[in-house]
């Protein structure tokens, strides 16, 4: 599991044009297509900065209360640009913005729950947030092979596969 509460010197990264490899962007070889997590990347395309700011923007005009924030890919940190307005409210402690590298870390940022990983048997512990799931689902699946049953012979019902 890998969450992380990002600091304020994380949420600005300014270029240093001496570690380009090229003088002009002319230089530069067309990369056709991109490469990596396709939804994170296509998260930075379409502005993470922006859709955190503008989050943000939202908290501030109904107050910030410290409990508002933001979760995003952890790939997308070394993309982040964000204004001092925002980093300052994260330094004071009054907007958040967590990293996370899975859907079981944001599971268990956003429930205080442990999402849970299958045992040696394939069986999520319990208490988990992935085993309360599965049981949720195996109760509806049970529920749905007694309605389809109802008033049939035991050899003519439905098999368990439902």
Known sequence: MTITRLEPS??????????????????????????????AVDAVKCGVNEKIEGFFDACQRRGLSGDQGVIIPGIN????????????AVEAGKF?????????????????LPAGERDENGVFPEGSVNRRVEDTLAGYAEAMRAFVNRGREP???EPSSI
């Open 96 to 112: 958040s913005v967590y990293a996370i590298d899975s859907v079981d870390d944001g599971i268990e940022l956003l429930t205080g």
């Open 10 to 39: 994380a949420l600005f990264r300014a270029c240093d044009v001496q570690e380009f490899h090229f003088e002009t962007t002319a230089e530069l070889e067309d990369l056709g297509e991109i490469i990596g997590q396709p939804r």
């Open 155 to 157: 050899d003519a019902q």
């Open 77 to 88: 940190v070394k993309h982040l640009m964000l204004r001092e307005d925002v980093r300052a």
